[in-house]
T-cell receptor, first 109, second 113 residues
C-alpha cells in the first residue's frame, strides 16, 4: 500500500541551527515527490519536485534530496520567517496523490 | 489577480443551509482539485477535474457536489452538512492531472454549526 510518513511531527530550532525534516514513503511506482510549505490559515505553497533517487534541489536556505525510500528537506541556518508547516507528497504511476501530515517548524530568534 | 483564488475565505453555516465555495485559477491550467484539510490529518483529495471532466471522486458524501463550468472555475456546492465537515477546503490547479506541481488557493475555512 502506498503511503507517506513525515517526521518529526514538530521541530523547534534556534535561529541559525541547521536541521533536516524527513519524509519516508512507500510507493509501487513513483512519478514525483513534492515539498510544500504551509503557513497558518493559508494554502500550501509549492517548493520542490524530485523525480528520481539522487536528485537534489535548492532554494535559498532549503535543500531537498531524494533516495529510493525517503526524502529530506535540509534547512541551513534557519530564520524565524522559515517557521511553517512543511508538507511532503508524492504521486504514483496511477496518478494518485498522497500527502503526509507535515512537520511543524518553529524557529526561535 | 494571479494564481488561484477562493471565495469566501470564511464560511459559517447551519446544518440545513445550502452554500457554495468558488475557486478560480488564472494560470491557464487544465486540471483543478478540491481538497479537505482537517487538523492533524493529511490533505484529503475530494475531486479532480481535467478539462472540465470529473476524473476522480474519492468516496465523498453526496452532500458535497462539485461543478466545473470551464477550465478556470470550480465550485463546491454544500448542503445538509454535518459538524464533522468543518475544515479548511483547498482548491488547487495543475497544468495536467499527470503534471506534477499543484498550485493551491488560500482555502475556505468552513464551520458547520
Amino acid at each position: 500500500e502506498d503511503q507517506v510518513t513525515q517526521s518529526p511531527e514538530a521541530l523547534r530550532l534556534q535561529e541559525g541551527e541547521s536541521s533536516s525534516l524527513n519524509c519516508s514513503y512507500t510507493v509501487s511506482g513513483l512519478r514525483g515527490l513534492f515539498w510544500y510549505r504551509q503557513d497558518p490559515g493559508k494554502g500550501p505553497e509549492f517548493l520542490f519536485t524530485l523525480y528520481s533517487a539522487g536528485e537534489e534541489k535548492e532554494k535559498e536556505r532549503l535543500k531537498a534530496t531524494l533516495t529510493k525510500k525517503e526524502s529530506f528537506l535540509h534547512i541551513t541556518a534557519p530564520k524565524p520567517e522559515d517557521s511553517a508547516t512543511y508538507l511532503c507528497a508524492f504521486t504514483n504511476t496511477g496518478n494518485q496523490f498522497y500527502f503526509g501530515t507535515g512537520t511543524s517548524l518553529t524557529v526561535i530568534p | 489577480e494571479t494564481g488561484v483564488t477562493q471565495t469566501p475565505r470564511h464560511l459559517v453555516m447551519g446544518m440545513t443551509n445550502k452554500k457554495s465555495l468558488k475557486c478560480e485559477q488564472h494560470l491557464g491550467h487544465n486540471a483543478m482539485y478540491w481538497y479537505k484539510q482537517s487538523a492533524k490529518k493529511p490533505l484529503e483529495l475530494m475531486f479532480v477535474y481535467s478539462l472540465e471532466e470529473r476524473v476522480e471522486n474519492n468516496s465523498v458524501p453526496s452532500r458535497f457536489s462539485p461543478e466545473c463550468p470551464n477550465s478556470s472555475h470550480l465550485f463546491l456546492h454544500l448542503h445538509t452538512l454535518q459538524p464533522e465537515d468543518s475544515a479548511l477546503y483547498l482548491c488547487a490547479s495543475s497544468q495536467e492531472t499527470t503534471y506534477n506541481e499543484q498550485f493551491f488557493g488560500p482555502g475556505t475555512r468552513l464551520t458547520v454549526l
